[in-house]
T-cell receptor, first 115, second 113 residues
Framework: SAVISQKPSRDICQRGTSLTIQCQVDSQVTMMFWYRQQPGQSLTLIATANQGSEATYESGFVIDKFPISRPNLTFSTLTVSNMSPEDSSIYLC????????????FGSGTRLTVV | GEDVEQSLFLSVREGDSSVINCTYTDSSSTYLYWYKQEPGAGLQLLTYIFSNMDMKQDQRLTVLLNKKDKHLSLRIADTQTGDSAIYFCAVGLLSGSARQLTFGSGTQLTVLP
């Protein structure tokens, strides 16, 4: 299965600033996904990122707040813009496997605290 | 859309078996996964089961699927302190992408010495 490197692993940011999270995969993948895990909660899909096209956002998430780049088949970034304390969460990237019996692989996550 | 439910907490004694339960609503769900999340870490895939299977065993892990009741369980035999973590079930559709991969709320497993 794919190996995902996600960084930063954690950050403490000031309200009103932006943070860009990077996700690097060791193999080419068609679809990459970004999730948010709020404290004590389950995972919520933010958006799906395909190379060469705009990301598809889920209900409740907008591009202005969470712009995503997908410049090639092994890399993606998620930016959390104009942050507020409510954005404090773990953000995870994930990739779809070639064979779904291997499950969706996740990065180790970025723990974001907004103060 | 799909709704996936799990109980929030489970405590067991070291050496006992743990059973974590999950229910889902969409009978079209085809791929059912169990993930483990340790403190401060991402999600680790533990095992999976397809909807055409009733049971899958993998070392200490046994997954049971009752399609009629839309009920999935994960049994961990001889539970160890290292098994303490949050366990998520996730269900997905064959024709979909991660748009249709829905996670449960997670079950916090605590293993007592």
């Amino acid at each position: 299965s794919a190996v995902i490197s996600q960084k930063p692993s954690r950050d403490i940011c000031q309200r009103g600033t932006s943070l860009t999270i990077q996700c690097q995969v060791d193999s080419q993948v068609t679809m990459m996904f970004w999730y948010r895990q709020q404290p004590g909660q389950s995972l919520t899909l933010i958006a799906t990122a395909n190379q060469g096209s705009e990301a598809t956002y889920e209900s409740g998430f907008v591009i202005d707040k969470f712009p995503i780049s997908r410049p090639n088949l092994t890399f993606s970034t998620l930016t959390v813009s104009n942050m507020s304390p409510e954005d404090s969460s773990i953000y995870l990237c994930s990739v779809e496997p070639w064979d779904r019996e291997y499950g969706y692989t996740f990065g180790s996550g970025t723990r974001l605290t907004v103060v | 859309g799909e709704d996936v439910e799990q109980s929030l907490f489970l405590s067991v004694r070291e050496g006992d078996s743990s059973v974590i339960n999950c229910t889902y609503t969409d009978s079209s769900s085809t791929y059912l996964y169990w993930y483990k999340q340790e403190p401060g870490a991402g999600l680790q895939l533990l095992t999976y089961i397809f909807s055409n299977m009733d049971m899958k065993q993998d070392q200490r892990l046994t997954v049971l699927l009752n399609k009629k009741d839309k009920h999935l369980s994960l049994r961990i035999a001889d539970t160890q302190t290292g098994d303490s973590a949050i366990y998520f079930c996730a269900v997905g559709l064959l024709s979909g992408s991660a748009r249709q991969l829905t996670f449960g709320s997670g079950t916090q497993l605590t293993v007592l010495p």
